[in-house]
Nanobody, 124 residues
Framework: QVQVAESGGGLVQAGGSLRVSCAMTTVSFISYCMGWFRKLPGEEREFVAAISGDGAKRSSADSVKGRFTVNRDSDKNTVHLQMDSMKADDAGDYYC?????????????????WGEGTQVTVSS
């Protein structure tokens, strides 16, 4: 059974950095595009970043470009979201998702498996 689980959320100061990670239980990790979404207080879930199964392609939302980086470690079936220069507006619940295939996807309904989320708090 495929499972996706996030870790690494917590408290960070504005301007600081935090890395959240996602582990996936599957024998074919490279067959999945991995995405990160977030739900900010009072808002709908939104796309943050995605990386293709082979790691060759990436996509990120305009709001995080130049600050957030997504990488994957296929030896450990893990994907990381490195968040730098964090802002108060980045605070919320971050979700990892997996989508079968190599095509990058930015819509939540294009993903097949989801983690339960990890909370990120940014103090000013």
């Amino acid at each position: 059974q495929v499972q996706v689980a996030e870790s690494g959320g917590g408290l960070v100061q504005a301007g600081g950095s935090l890395r959240v990670s996602c582990a996936m239980t599957t024998v074919s990790f490279i067959s999945y595009c991995m995405g990160w979404f977030r739900k900010l207080p009072g808002e709908e879930r939104e796309f943050v970043a995605a990386i293709s199964g082979d790691g060759a392609k990436r996509s990120s939302a305009d709001s995080v470009k130049g600050r957030f980086t997504v990488n994957r470690d296929s030896d450990k079936n893990t994907v990381h979201l490195q968040m730098d220069s964090m802002k108060a507006d980045d605070a919320g619940d971050y979700y990892c998702a997996a989508r079968r295939g190599q095509t990058l996807a930015t819509m939540a309904n294009q993903y097949d498996y989801w983690g339960e989320g990890t909370q990120v708090t940014v103090s000013s």
